[in-house]
T-cell receptor, first 116, second 112 residues
């Protein structure tokens, strides 16, 4: 069964450093998402991406964050200058259509980011 | 705006007992509703979803959920839990936009 994959599974970085989290969505999916889950808290939407542009973003997704689909398979989340409060589990998801179109999102296993 | 409330942070049940996890949502139109399960250190796995039609939906691992519009609820049930069901369960709602909104989760503990 096709699945969303994410690398790395764990990332430790120093505050102020740039990190790139990588995701390979399900191959025929068109919509891509990033969510994050701070330890002990709920899963929060960060950004959705469709047709090579951001379709929606939350207030969390500020100028420090960016997303890119550099090729036909990868979907990346970059944090330019990490802060302590960026420490969280980051989930990538993909769907064939948008959530408003009766489509479920398939989630990857997550990347745990620890900012020291 | 959409929102999801899971009133129980922790639930403890004995193995073999029945389970009901509560979920209430706020949404103006007919929502799309989901239940996800997250085992420790794992990602999110979809248990079941409701988009339209029959208000009682069956999912994987013996779970079911019932959509009750009058109560704005989408409670998850299982007639007999197994120790492997110990995990965190998230109710989520979608429909207005492409994102889905998650509740804060209910952690399920199973007593042997």
């Amino acid at each position: 069964e096709p699945e969303v994959t994410q690398t790395p599974s764990h990332q430790v970085t120093q505050m102020g450093q740039e990190v790139i989290l990588r995701c390979v969505p399900i191959s025929n999916h068109l919509y891509f998402y990033w969510y994050r889950q701070i330890l002990g808290q709920k899963v929060e939407f960060l950004v959705s991406f469709y047709n090579n542009e951001i379709s929606e973003k939350s207030e969390i997704f500020d100028d420090q964050f960016s997303v890119e689909r550099p090729d036909g398979s990868n979907f990346t989340l970059k944090i330019r200058s990490t802060k302590l409060e960026d420490s969280a589990m980051y989930f990538c998801a993909s769907s064939l259509m948008g959530a408003r179109s009766y489509n479920e999102q398939f989630f990857g296993p997550g990347t745990r980011l620890t900012v020291l | 705006a959409q929102s999801v409330t899971q009133p129980d942070i922790h639930i403890t049940v004995s193995e073999g007992a029945s389970l009901e996890l509560r979920c209430n949502y706020s949404y103006g139109a007919t929502p799309y509703l989901f239940w996800y399960v997250q085992s420790p250190g794992q990602g999110l796995q979809l248990l079941l979803k409701y988009f339209s039609g029959d208000t009682l939906v069956q999912g994987i691992k013996g779970f079911e959920a019932e959509f009750k519009r009058s109560q704005s609820s989408f409670n998850l049930r299982k007639p007999s839990v197994h120790w492997s069901d110990a995990a965190e369960y998230f109710c989520a709602v979608g429909g207005e936009q492409d994102k889905i909104i998650f509740g804060k989760g209910t952690r399920l503990h199973i007593l042997p």
